[in-house]
């Protein structure tokens, strides 16, 4: 079950061929880390197990899986032993070293101190729907985007997939569905908001577990706040959260859906039956938020979506010098650390 999701448009030009996929994936598998390699990444089964496909196709749907794995090494470590190292070198030289040799002196600490360093594994899963012509990735935080559309690019020659624009903002949307009081069909409101002004001071109100129909809530509409969050409801099916980008956060299910749907496959594989589910509420989900935000605008020749980040740095190679690479690609590890990690399916 995705937690939370991004989606981006796959034009059907653009989108990659079932029969070559687990190919293609295969040329990008998970390899646990080096030793001195900060994090690394690869195409993992997603239905588990050690020689399953790497893309399972579930009533149409593509389903993969990126496995992380990135070595914990805290900042304060290094700075430490970055500190040790240019006392050393200030005793030895008589001279404190400047900005351009302590930045050396960084990767020299990461080569030593990267060995040590305890492991840990995250993954982000991947969900192609051919049909709706999307790609959807079960993460929010730029770094997980980033690594999960670079290695998708990189795995699969001419994946492009594209922002997902619609007619009308999210933002204004929302500010008009809390000021009338109603959603689009099929949705509700939630009980969970947040408002921002956009002045300079950013004054920020945040409900949890309120209702939304106060006239506290309409005061700060009409002084012009925005809105940068909602929850939603689906059907009395699905809980989410909508951000102001697009995204969707806190997906949860109700527990009557698992028992009454879940009833009906539980003959099936786990993970299939898992699978129908998810892909099944979410294809009929996606489309009704899109429309209730003024439909979908594509076509409009917008380049394929770019990792905020030009793309996850290479690991260093052992006994090979690199002046920033460790450093970077720590920076990048450190930033993943703290992203979207969802539950197995």
Known sequence: ????????????????????????????????????EPISFGFVPPRGGEHGPLAERVNGHLLLKL????????????????????????QESGRKPGAKRRRELKDEALIDLLPQAFTRQ????????????????DATATARLDAALT?????????APQPLQTAESPAACMKAWLADGVAPAGFGIGREAELRSTDVQAATVRYTRHALDGEDLQQHLAAGKE????????????????????QL???????????????????????????????????????????????????????????????IPSAQAPNRPAATSAAAALAVANSLQDGDDAPPW
């Open 67 to 90: 496995q992380f794995e990135q070595r914990l090494l805290p900042g304060s470590v290094v700075r430490d032993r970055v500190d040790a190292l240019a006392q050393k070198l200030e």
């Open 1 to 36: 079950m995705f937690k939370s999701l991004t989606a981006y448009h796959l034009p059907a030009a653009a989108q990659p061929d079932p029969e070559r996929l687990d190919e293609q994936l295969a040329a990008l598998p998970f390899k646990p880390c080096g030793p001195v």
């Open 227 to 246: 809105v940068r969050k909602l929850q939603l409801n689906w059907k009395d099916r699905l809980d989410f959260v909508l951000a102001e980008n697009g």
């Open 249 to 311: 956060s806190k997906l949860k299910l109700d527990d009557g859906v698992f028992e009454a749907d879940g009833a009906e496959h539980s003959e099936q594989d786990p993970f299939d039956g898992d699978a129908l589910l998810l892909t099944g509420e979410l294809a009929q989900l996606l489309p009704a938020l899109f429309e209730g935000l003024g439909g979908r605008v594509d076509g409009l020749g917008a380049a394929p979506a770019q990792p905020a980040s030009s793309a």
């Open 122 to 137: 995250s993954s982000v899963r991947v969900w192609i729907a051919p049909m709706l012509e999307l790609l959807v990735v």
């Open 151 to 159: 290695a998708l690019t990189k795995a699969v020659p001419g994946l």
